[in-house]
DNA sequence: ACCAAGAATGTAATCGATTGCATGAAGTGA
DNA sequence: TCACTTCATGCAATCGATTACATTCTTGGT
C-alpha cells in the first residue's frame, strides 16, 4: 500500500542499466545507443517513473519555474497578460509562480530570496513601483539577468522590459479626436508617478501641442486607472465651467466609470462628449455606447516578457544591454466618439 | 566574485556548530539551547544565509507550494479568488503556483505530475470540467487528500469543496423580482452542464415553483456566462413575442452585455425590463443602470480554499470525508431592478 | 556521592537525480 | 595487426538540508 514513488534507481533496475545511463536517456537521448534508449524508454513507462523535480532542482541548480509580480493579484487587467506568460512558459517547461506585492510586503518576504534560494530561475515583474531597496538588492550583478519588467517597468535601473507604445497610442488617440473636429479635448490621467500615466500624457500633451492646440491645465484632470476614479473624474468634470468637447481616459476602466457617472447627469456620449479610452479591455465592446479605444495586446504583452526571460535566463553570452521591447497599440473606433458637431 | 551561495556549513562554521544544530536552531527552536540559538541566529545574521529550498524539499518531501487550477487564465472573474487564495498561503510560508488547464492540455502534462514529481503539496482546482481521466487519476488514494475544489466543483468524484450558496443566491434573485411585482420572470442560464449553471436555474425554478408561478420554457434562454453570450442572449429575447418583465441572469457579466444589446434597441432598464446578475463583479455598481445583482465573496471563496487545503495536507488522522464549505451569497439592490408598472 | 533521566549536540546517512571521470567496446587508418 | 580515437556505459561524488541515532553533558533524587 505505502505507494512509494519509483525512482530512477527503480527504472534502471527494470531496464537492467545503470542510473546514469537512465538519465541520459531521459535528458541527452543521443549520448545513447538506440537500443538501450528504447529499453530504457519501455522501463519507464512500465514503472511509470517521473522524475522528481526536488532532486534535480538541487543537483542542476534551477528550478525550471519563473515567478510573475503583480502589483495586485485582484486586478483583473492581468489575466489575459498571465496568460500569455504561461503560455509560453508552459511551452518550455517552465511553471509559474505568481505572488502579488502586497502579500509579499505582508509576508515580510523579499524579492530576491526567490531567486536566491533556488525558487524561480528568474521574473517577471508586472510593478512600476517597487520599494527601492526591493529594486536595489534586483540590481545586483547575480540577479540583474534574470529579471524582467513587462508592461509596467522603473526608471530607477535599466531591466530588460517589455512594454505597449503608451506615447504613441495617447497620440493616436489626440489624434483621433482631433480629426472628429475637436478641439477642446481634456485628459483623465492615470495615478500619479506611475510610469504609464506619464507616458501617455505626455503622449496626449507632445500630440495636442504638435496640432497647434496649448493644453489647458483645468482639462487634465488627475485620477488614477480604477472604476471610483473614473466616477470622482467625472465628478471633476461636470464642475468645470467651460467643457471640453472631447476627453482622452488613460484607461479603459476609468473611462467606462466617467461614462457611466456622466449619462447619470444627462450627458450623453458620443454627442455631448466624445471619449476615447486606453487598454481595450474586453468589455470595451459590450457597454453603451461602445468605447473606442486604444488597444494594447496584453496576451502579447506577456508573451513577449516570457519569451525575452528565457532569453535572459539561458543566454551565457554577456547580452547587450536593458533591451526594451515596443508592442505596438491601435485604435480602435467604436461609438463613444464622434464628429464635432458644429 | 563567483558569489557562492552560503549554505548551513558556512554557518555552522561561523558559528562554531554542526550543520544539524544549525538546522535545529532554525526550524525547531526550542530544541536548542538559548545560547546556542543566538550564536546561530547571529551567525545566520552575518552571512546572509537563506535555506536552499530544493535541498529542503529533496530532504523533507514537501514542496511548501501549492497548485492553483483555472479553467481559463484570462478571465478576469478569477484575479480575487487568486488574492483571497493567496493572502493565505503567503501567511503560511506557502508559494503559489499557477495554471490554467488550456495550458496543461496544451503541453500534454497531466495534473497527477504535479502532486507527484514535487512541485506542488497539493491543488485548489477552480474548474469543474476536467477531463474524465483527470478526474479519475487524481481520486488515487494518494492524492485525494492534497486536492480541494473552488467555486466549482464536479459531481463525479467527492473532494472536499469550498462553494457559493448558488442555489439560494438564485431564489434570492428571484424573490426580489418577486416582491418588485414581477410574475413574468426569465431566465439566461449559465453554460450548458456547468455545475453553476445547473445550481442557478434549478434554484431559480425551486423558487418561482414556491411562488406558484409556472417557469416557462421559451424564458429560460440558454447562454454562457460571457459578453458575448449576454449579447446573444438578448437577441433571443428580442425575438420573443411575449417577454417576461423581470430577467435573472446567471453571471454579471453576461447581464451587462445583455443590458448593453438591450439598450441599444431601445429597451429601457429598469423601465421596460428589471435585470438581475450574478457575482457582484466590481463593475456591476459602475455601469448605467448600476446592476442589481448577487454578491459572492470570491476573495472569502478562495481564502476559505486555501485553509481548507492546508487543513487536508497537514491533518494525518483521517478526516471527515469530502467537506462542503458553503460560503453565504447575498443580493445587492441597485438601479438595474424597479417595481413592476401597472 | 551515585545513578537515571533528560537535555543538548554531533556524526553520518539520507532524499533522488545528474555528471565528471574511468573503463571497456567498437571502429578507423596505416 | 597495432595504436588511437570515438562511443556507450558504469561508478561514485555531488547538490544542501534534515534527522535517526549516538554521544556527552546536566540535573535531580535519594
Request: charged share 25%; proline share 5%.
Amino acid at each position: 500500500m505505502s505507494e512509494k514513488a519509483t525512482t530512477v534507481q527503480d527504472v534502471a533496475r527494470t531496464a537492467g542499466v545503470s542510473t546514469a545511463t537512465v538519465s541520459r536517456a531521459l535528458s541527452t537521448p543521443d549520448k545513447v545507443s538506440e537500443r538501450t534508449r528504447e529499453v530504457v524508454f519501455k522501463a519507464v513507462e512500465q514503472t511509470g517513473y517521473r522524475v522528481n523535480r526536488a532532486a534535480r532542482n538541487l543537483r542542476t541548480q534551477r528550478s525550471n519555474t519563473a515567478l510573475v509580480i503583480l502589483p495586485d493579484l485582484s486586478n483583473p487587467f492581468f489575466s489575459e497578460i498571465l496568460e500569455g506568460i504561461s503560455d509560453h512558459l508552459s511551452g518550455t517547461g517552465y511553471s509559474m509562480l505568481v505572488a502579488g506585492m502586497t502579500q509579499i510586503r505582508d509576508s515580510g518576504e523579499r524579492l530576491i530570496d526567490y531567486l536566491n534560494d533556488g525558487r524561480a530561475d528568474g521574473m517577471i515583474v508586472l510593478d512600476g513601483s517597487l520599494p527601492q531597496d526591493a529594486i536595489s538588492s534586483l540590481t545586483a550583478p547575480t540577479h540583474r539577468d534574470k529579471i524582467v519588467f513587462a508592461c509596467e517597468w522603473t526608471n530607477q535601473a535599466d531591466f530588460p522590459s517589455v512594454r505597449s507604445r503608451n506615447r504613441q497610442g495617447a497620440r493616436d488617440a489626440i489624434r483621433h479626436l482631433y480629426d472628429l473636429g475637436h478641439r477642446k479635448i481634456g485628459h483623465i490621467t492615470g495615478p500619479e508617478g506611475n510610469v504609464l500615466s506619464l507616458e501617455r500624457r505626455d503622449g496626449a500633451v507632445a500630440e495636442l501641442t504638435g496640432l497647434g492646440i496649448a493644453p489647458r491645465a483645468e482639462w487634465v484632470i488627475p485620477a488614477g486607472f480604477s472604476l471610483p476614479d473614473g466616477r470622482k473624474a467625472a465628478q471633476r468634470f461636470l464642475k468645470l465651467k467651460d467643457r471640453p468637447t472631447a476627453i482622452f481616459c488613460a484607461s479603459d476602466i476609468q473611462a467606462i466609470a466617467l461614462i457611466s457617472e456622466l449619462q447619470r447627469h444627462d450627458i450623453r456620449v458620443p454627442n455631448d462628449l466624445s471619449v476615447v479610452g486606453f487598454d481595450d479591455i474586453e468589455m470595451a465592446e459590450f457597454v453603451t455606447p461602445a468605447l473606442t479605444t486604444i488597444r494594447q495586446d496584453r496576451f502579447q504583452l506577456g508573451y513577449a516578457a516570457a519569451v525575452l526571460l528565457m532569453e535572459c535566463i539561458s543566454k551565457d553570452s554577456s547580452r547587450d544591454y536593458a533591451q526594451i521591447h515596443q508592442i505596438p497599440t491601435n485604435l480602435v473606433p467604436r461609438d463613444s466618439t464622434a464628429p464635432l458637431l458644429p
